[in-house]
């Protein structure tokens, strides 16, 4: 069973940055299709970046192109969610996500069977 286990938010201004690290555990993520969501309150949860094992395809929101960049260490086992430029819209909770490789460009978190308990990211004006 793979586990997931978010960390790194927290509390910054506008325009600032933070780190979000995914660690996995039980298998190897280089086994699956990846992604960061995030959910504000009043709001759907929304795919933020998703990245195909085999690193083919990125798929990432239009409000986070630029901005966000997201990387896997499989040595470490991790996948991390770079924010740079945040925006008080970027307030929310965070989930990393794993789900079967063979996803082909999707960001729907239907489709992915793995979560991580979410991290708080706040940013204020």
């Known amino acids: 069973q793979l586990q997931l286990v978010e960390s790194g938010g927290g509390l910054v201004q506008s325009g600032g940055s933070l780190r979000l690290s995914c660690a996995a555990s039980g298998r190897t993520l280089d086994g699956y299709t990846v992604g960061w969501f995030r959910h504000a309150p009043g709001k759907e949860r929304e795919g933020v970046l998703c990245?195909?094992?085999?690193?083919?395809?990125?798929l990432a929101i239009d409000s986070v192109k630029g901005r966000f960049t997201i990387s896997r260490d499989d040595a470490k086992n991790t996948v991390t969610l770079q924010m740079n430029s945040l925006k008080p819209e970027d307030t929310a909770v965070y989930y990393c996500?794993?789900?079967?490789?063979?996803?082909?460009?999707?960001?729907?978190?239907?489709?992915?069977?793995?979560w991580g308990q979410g991290t708080q990211v706040t940013v204020s004006s």
């Open positions: 990245n195909s094992n085999s690193n083919d395809w990125t």
């Open positions: 996500a794993a789900g079967p490789r063979w996803l082909w460009k999707s960001c729907v978190a239907s489709e992915y069977d793995y």
